[in-house]
């Protein structure tokens, strides 16, 4: 589960370091970090390769809790699901629930832990309750272990659903492929983890060092976690539970990393709540930034990674000044209930989301529901990172008070609707800017002459994913739409031969004028 974050420690650092003073970057970044220029674009990061590339450190929790981030946590009901293949050409949603076989151990040689959990205990404030299997594994069979989990554990209904909920958003290419990109980001951070399925610990058989010592630090954290307050929620999927079990994966990975840098700054007389506000934060943007771009895997699965790590550090050192680490074993025992409620620790325990009723389907006959979900203030903000700056999202994305997202499909053809209630006006007026500006960056044709009023429903027609649709009532509620689109079709026709017309994008979103209206209805 330490993702990106045990490359952090080719040092441990120090309350005065800087982000760049302990990544492991090319020398060339190096040099721009510690010069007077302003820092580059993320996208100019990602394109640098760095000349030696460390191996990552990921558990499978920690891609469970990217997962759970962009949707993965809700299973379609067995009568809403479609029998049509999907649009990517792989397997349809299945008509009911599968029960998840149960782990079976990765082949390794078994070793023991004892003394590095030893040690944790100590810096956690927590003692084991029974011991940690460990074993050391090859890379290959480590990706083999997680890569059949990943299979049998995350429904295909859950699979399929999350793939066309990014692509229909917009923010996942026409051909996205959602197993492979999340296989894609295993191969190539994985150096090992904690299994709570199996109450295990494992360790690539390379692995050695600072990051060795910083995968066990991190990972032993989430063993302690474990046997003290259980981490099945983390790994089970629930019904409409994306935004609260994304809020318990912030909870573990922040006391997992929090406990982490404590461990490695022991003996200088200092704990991670000496850290400069944000340097961890920056440290795993950055290193993720600076990796090779893999065209599998977009943008946004990559910062939903990351987000579970920096948003749950802020909140659990919150805890921790407050109270210690006995304020964080507080808080599993009554844990946040959303991102929201992690975000803004002043809303924990006072501020409980509001429940949002199922959209309607599109106009028409024939569509069938076919992936529902709650995603949460972190989810909005993620999304909105894909064309607005980091903080601008971020206040546009304050101030959730709940959502629901729906999928429909008739056929071929896909139509998704996203409801989100704010907590006042003034919050659905800037949530609806934002939203609306992405739609611009976005591309497509405006079905108006003008930006129309913020009261009045803004669409553009998009030549492969059909029109898309940012409404709000004038109260509360934010309504943004996609589709319907044709997926398969968009693939195949040629891009010059499907330009919109601005006839096509008003009758492509006066169509669409009937379904909103009774979106925005009470």
């Known amino acids: 589960m330490t993702s990106r974050i045990s490359q952090l420690f080719s040092r441990p650092p120090t309350s005065s370091s800087r982000a ?16 007077t220029e302003p820092l580059p674009r993320t996208s100019e990061f990602t394109r640098a390769t760095p000349e030696s590339t460390p191996p990552r450190v990921v558990s499978s929790i920690a891609v469970f809790a990217a997962l759970l981030t962009l949707g993965c946590a809700s299973r379609a009901p067995a009568t809403g699901t479609s029998d049509t293949p999907s649009s990517s050409g792989k397997d349809a949603p ?61 429904p295909a209904a859950a699979r399929h659903g999350t793939e066309e909920t990014l692509v229909a958003l917009g923010v996942a290419p026409l051909d996205f492929d959602y197993s492979a990109a999340v296989l894609s980001l295993m191969e190539s951070d994985l150096a ?20 060795r010592r910083a995968t066990l630090a991190h990972e032993l954290v989430h063993a302690l976690q474990d046997q003290h307050f259980d981490l099945s929620p983390i790994t089970r999927f ?47 943007a950055l290193a993720s ?14 910062r939903s990674l990351i987000a579970p790590y920096a948003d749950g550090l802020r909140f659990v050192h919150e805890l921790r000044r407050r109270g210690g680490f006995e304020e964080v074993n507080r808080a599993f025992a009554k844990p946040p209930t959303s991102t929201e409620q992690v975000l803004h ?50 206040a546009a994305a304050a101030g959730w008070g709940g959502d629901r ?31 609306r500006r992405g739609a611009a960056a976005r591309g497509g044709r405006a079905a108006h002459a003008s930006p129309p009023p913020l009261g009045a ?29 044709d997926r398969a079709a968009a693939q195949a026709e040629p891009h010059a031969e499907k330009s919109a017309t601005d006839e096509r994008a008003r009758r492509d979103c006066h169509a669409m004028s009937p379904w909103v209206a009774t979106l925005l209805a009470p």
């Open 405 to 435: 997202l729906a999928l429909f499909e008739r056929g071929h053809e896909h139509a998704l609707v996203w409801v989100i209630e704010m907590d006042d006006a003034r919050e659905a007026e800037e949530l609806t800017t934002a939203l």
């Open 94 to 154: 299945p008509s009911a629930e599968e029960a998840a076989p149960p782990p079976s151990w990765p082949r390794g040689e078994t070793v023991s832990f004892d003394a590095e959990l030893s040690e944790v205990e100590a810096v956690r404030g927590l003692k084991k309750k029974r011991d940690v299997i460990g074993k050391t594994i090859a890379t290959a069979e480590l990706r083999r272990h997680l890569a059949a989990n990943f299979e049998s554990e995350v």
């Open 192 to 211: 090992g983890f904690y299994d709570p399925r199996l109450g295990g610990m494992f360790i690539r058989d390379e692995l050695e060092g600072e990051l």
């Open 238 to 284: 629930e019904k409409d539970a994306t935004d609260r079990v994304s809020a318990f994966a912030c909870l573990a990975e922040g006391d997992a990393t929090s406990a982490m840098f404590d461990g490695m700054m022991r003996g200088s007389g200092k704990t991670a709540l000496d850290l400069p506000a944000g340097v961890i934060e920056a440290q795993m």
């Open 345 to 394: 620790i002043e809303k924990y325990l006072v501020d409980e989301p509001r429940d949002v009723a199922l959209p309607s389907a599109p106009p028409g006959d024939g569509w069938k529901l076919t992936f529902h979900d709650v995603w949460g203030e972190q989810s909005v903000r993620l999304l909105l990172e894909e064309w607005l700056p980091r903080p601008t999202s971020a």
């Open 457 to 485: 429903p803004a669409c553009t027609a998009r030549t492969d994913l059909g029109p898309f649709v940012v409404a709000w009532d004038g109260k509360t509620r934010v309504v943004l739409t996609s589709g319907p689109y």
């Open 289 to 302: 930034a600076a990796e090779p771009e893999d065209h599998r895997v977009p943008a946004i699965l990559r």
């Open 20 to 35: 760049s003073d302990f990544l492991f970057l090319a020398p060339a970044q190096r040099a721009r970090l510690h010069s």
